[in-house]
């Protein structure tokens, strides 16, 4: 069975912009998530640059973005999903940190060409935005767009979601 590209980006998209609101709370929801916050924030702190420009790719509702953001860091938020930006900037706003967010972009990591070449000291693409890619070449396509937005030098943050993990922490949204 042929998978239709685009046919699943629609459907990502549809699942957020249903489950925005859940995606702001999932980090803080339950021991297991918050663990996953830790470590990810202690990994971050201890490999970023001091200071400069973040890409936090498929940033979501902004945790990551905000948490940057209160430690000086300027801060670029990408995401796929309209409702997603527009919650992600009430919740940057009410964190008092929206100098540091200097564009909110809608786009996907496929696609990072509104960038030039090495403008990031930093990317991030952290949980699911190359999870949804179900294509080996659109994956590809990503992790190339993620290298070449970086610095050279510039460290680039991935991580995934498992499968047994996505139908551990999967919840059912209501109708």
């Known amino acids: 069975m042929e998978i239709d590209d685009k046919r699943i980006g629609e459907m990502v998209k549809e699942w957020f912009k249903k489950t925005a609101h859940g995606e702001w709370r999932r980090l803080r929801q339950d021991p297991y998530h918050k663990i996953e916050f830790i470590v990810t924030m202690h990994f971050l702190e201890e490999y970023l640059p001091k200071h400069g420009l973040v890409l936090d790719a498929?940033?979501?509702?902004?945790?990551?973005?905000?948490?940057?953001?209160?430690?000086?860091y300027d801060v670029v938020l990408l995401d796929l999903v309209p409702e997603m930006l527009e919650l992600a900037k009430k919740k940057v706003r009410r964190a008092g940190v929206l100098r540091k967010v200097k564009q909110f972009v809608q786009g996907s990591v496929e696609d990072l060409s509104?960038?030039?070449n090495e403008r990031f000291d930093a990317v991030l693409c952290l949980g699911g935005p190359l999870c949804h890619l179900l294509n080996a070449k659109q994956r590809e396509k990503a992790a190339e767009e993620l290298v070449?937005?970086?610095?050279k030098e510039a460290p680039i943050f991935v991580s995934v979601i498992s499968r047994i993990g996505l139908l551990?922490?999967?919840?059912?949204?209501?109708?």
């Open 168 to 175: 551990k922490s999967i919840r059912r949204v209501p109708a």
């Open 58 to 72: 498929g940033a979501g509702p902004g945790r990551y973005t905000i948490e940057l953001a209160k430690r000086g």
């Open 114 to 116: 509104m960038f030039p």
């Open 148 to 151: 070449r937005v970086a610095k």
